[in-house]
């Protein structure tokens, strides 16, 4: 026997699912009339830094911060791993208040708690870890962690409609502690893999603070046209993860490794900021990279060098619309 809760979201993530596929059939010829901006100023674009861009260098969360704010940031994505050791060394309150007086914001956390896997027992440890990971994070003075597929990126496919209840349940936590989850999507996964399932159970949740935690190279290896960018708001996309593709290898054969700096790819950036505009969407942009090459100087050249690759994106594809 369903529930009208189950029914009205098994209706809706038929409809999304259609839509969603329908986008790339349907263009954009249709764009730019009802409810497009007639400006886009891309000077509103603030720059993060997730410091899996920095990862060989074994960095700490202070010299994270401190490398951040020399390099010209507007925010950072801390991963819980390192707030928790910079709690231990009893950091914390100095690195908040030393983010607070730089202005750097604290945009978002990254961790990898376990809130969707099926075994019953298995997901209330999961969101014990995550009720961990949200205190952690708001004790940084971070009110935003991301939730992604951690756990079920092997496991057989789980229904969209039971990931939209446990998703529901991390909403119902956060909003409890003061520390938004964002729905996060790995283009590998066995689950949550798309841009367009993503979207679909942050819809099907029916929690007012769903949100996606959307990535340009994620998208791409999980199959799906960034037109699935239409679906996403200001409200609803906090946080864009900022990185390139290159054209070989073949899509299902890249891994995290294989990115490159924004701009150096083949993502078709001109229509993602196109897309953007037309939603009156301004994501924070956030640098994320698994490219070791890319670590050969020293980590300030590094995230300098990321810094500069965003503003010139910026500078060529969006204003030009």
Known sequence: MKTASQVKRREFLACVGLS????????????GKAGQSSTYDAKR???????????????????????????????????????????????????RTRCKDSGLALVNAIGFAPWAVSDPA?????????????????????????????????????????LAERYRAVLELGASMGVRPLLEFWG??????????????????????AAVLADVYHTYRGGCSVEGFRFLTAATLPVLHLNDYPASPERTQQKDADRVWPGDGIAPWRRIFEILRVNSCYPWLSLELFHAAYCQTTPLETVRTGLEKMRKLIATEAPCL
Not at 20 to 31: C, D, K, L, R
Not at 54 to 76: H, M, N, T
């Open 45 to 95: 674009f603030r720059f993060s830094l997730n410091p899996a861009t920095v990862r060989p260098y074994k960095l700490s969360l202070r010299e994270q911060i401190e490398i951040a704010i020399a390099a010209g940031y507007d925010g950072i994505e801390p991963w819980v791993s390192d707030i928790q050791k910079a709690k231990e060394k009893g950091e914390l309150p100095e690195l």
């Open 188 to 209: 590998a996964s066995a689950n949550l893999s798309r841009l367009d399932e993503a979207i679909a159970v942050a819809a099907a949740s029916e929690h007012r603070d």
């Open 20 to 31: 969603v596929g329908a986008t790339a059939t349907f263009g954009s010829t249709h764009e």
């Open 122 to 162: 298995e997901r209330s440890k999961g969101l014990e870890s995550m009720k961990c990971d949200m205190a952690l994070v708001a004790e940084l003075g971070c009110t935003r962690i991301a939730a992604p597929p951690s756990g079920i990126t092997g496991q057989t496919k789980i229904p969209l409609e039971i």
